[in-house]
Antibody, heavy 119, light 109 residues
Framework: QVQLVQSGAEVKKPGASVKVSCKAS????????MHWVRQAPGQGLEWMGI????????SYAQKFQGRVTMTRDTSTSTVYMELSSLRSEDTAVYYC????????????WGQGTLVTVSS | EIVLTQSPGTLSLSPGERATLSCRAS???????LAWYQQKPGQAPRLLIY???SRATGIPDRFSGSGSGTDFTLTISRLEPEDFAVYYC??????????FGQGTKLEIK
């Protein structure tokens, strides 16, 4: 079955960077896009960006331009999301989610990775 | 950017009742590219509805979606105990930004 398994929780200091991974299985990795969505504690869902695992092209939400980098490793069917210059407001659960096309719904989602930014 | 506004913020109902959740867009959503997700505490969102009215695989038929343009509705015909959760609408027709509504919390009355 299709599965997205994310890396474990992280605790970072303000100004640091974090890199979260999302390993895909159960389907052809390069045939689906991957998105990253975050959710601050008690808040709603916020789309961060998309990567095409086939060629590696990316598109980021304007809010995160310059701070986020999404990459992929086709040999391990893994996508990565790196967020730099962390501040306390970046404390959130980060999810990866698959879509068939760039304009398509998200299904399934990874289990989420909690990133805590604290001094 | 398309802004999605969900109402009500919180809906208090009893099992067996009918739930109607609304999602209104600030501009027309292309080709009904609207989805609904359910999220329970400590879990990732789960896809319920895509294309405004198509049920995802494995979703019970008590869940239905309708609407077009700027007004969309998620209806749960008869609430089961496991349906109490937070529901989000999402538009995915306006690349490169994919926006979510702020959510409706469905709680047990």
């Amino acid at each position: 079955q299709v599965q997205l398994v994310q890396s474990g929780a992280e605790v970072k200091k303000p100004g640091a960077s974090v890199k979260v991974s999302c390993k895909a299985s159960g389907y052809t990795f390069t045939s689906y896009y991957m998105h990253w969505v975050r959710q601050a504690p008690g808040q709603g869902l916020e789309w961060m960006g998309i990567i095409n695992p086939s060629g590696g092209s990316t598109s980021y939400a304007q809010k995160f331009q310059g701070r986020v980098t999404m990459t992929r490793d086709t040999s391990t069917s893994t996508v990565y999301m790196e967020l730099s210059s962390l501040r306390s407001e970046d404390t959130a659960v980060y999810y990866c989610a698959r879509s068939r096309l760039s304009l398509s719904w998200f299904d399934p989602w990874g289990q989420g990775t909690l990133v805590t930014v604290s001094s | 950017e398309i802004v999605l506004t969900q109402s009500p913020g919180t809906l208090s109902l009893s099992p067996g009742e009918r739930a109607t959740l609304s999602c209104r867009a600030s501009q027309s959503v292309s080709s009904s590219y609207l989805a609904w997700y359910q999220q329970k505490p400590g879990q990732a969102p789960r896809l319920l509805i895509y294309g405004a009215s198509s049920r995802a695989t494995g979703i019970p038929d008590r869940f239905s979606g309708s609407g077009s343009g700027t007004d969309f509705t998620l209806t749960i015909s008869r609430l089961e105990p496991e349906d109490f959760a937070v529901y989000y609408c999402q538009q995915y027709g306006s690349s490169p930004e994919y926006t979510f509504g702020q959510g409706t919390k469905l709680e047990i009355k």
